[in-house]
């Protein structure tokens, strides 16, 4: 017996194309400053750097912050969106967390983002992938290999380097 349900279906290389593997969304910068600076200028400060007006849930005014094990925006208004649920915390070199601004933890994909001493200051690398736990996967990466770059070089900016 192929299968354990008998009645099922063989799965073909068709029936997989949909869910066919997408590459992870990778961005690596470089900021000045310690590892342990940079670290905290990405958590501790995200709401003085982060391109609120064209990277939210509730546009410019709202405020994202990292708060408990929740990466969490909050309106103006009071409303509340929590854009990731971190499960590894290990500061100041690196997190992950589940993530999925404007969504539901439902439709998740996974963010690592790994900080590390280099000659020039510090390394700040980005990884974005898990495209599969997404409503849609195509479109989710596709919106994050162009947010990401907005996102990070404003970052770099807000440290102190040079923007892309």
């Known amino acids: 017996m192929d299968n354990l349900f008998s009645h ?9 194309e949909a869910g066919a593997e997408l590459d992870p969304v990778i961005w690596t910068v470089v900021v000045p400053g310690p590892v342990a600076q940079t670290f905290a200028g990405f958590t501790d400060h995200t709401h003085l750097w982060w391109p609120m007006e064209s990277n939210s849930v509730f546009g410019a005014g709202s405020y994202v912050e990292f708060e408990d094990i929740l990466i969490l925006e909050t309106a103006d208004d009071g409303r509340t ?15 992950h967390a589940s993530w999925h601004p404007g969504t539901t933890a439902l439709w998740s994909t996974e963010l690592r983002v790994a900080f590390r001493a280099v000659a020039e200051g510090t390394e700040v690398r980005l990884v974005q992938d898990g495209w599969e736990g997404a409503e849609d996967p ?11 770059p907005v996102v990070l070089d404003r970052f770099v900016r807000f440290m102190g380097g040079q923007a892309a």
Do not use: C, H, K, Y
């Not at 969106?81 to 997190?95: H, N, R």
């Not at 195509?138 to 990401?148: D, E, I, P, V, Y």
């Open 8 to 16: 099922a279906e063989a799965s073909t290389p068709e029936d997989n």
């Open 81 to 95: 969106a929590v854009w990731g649920t971190i499960d590894d915390w290990q500061p100041p070199l690196s997190f």
């Open 138 to 148: 195509s479109a989710t990466r596709m919106a994050a290999a162009g947010s990401w």
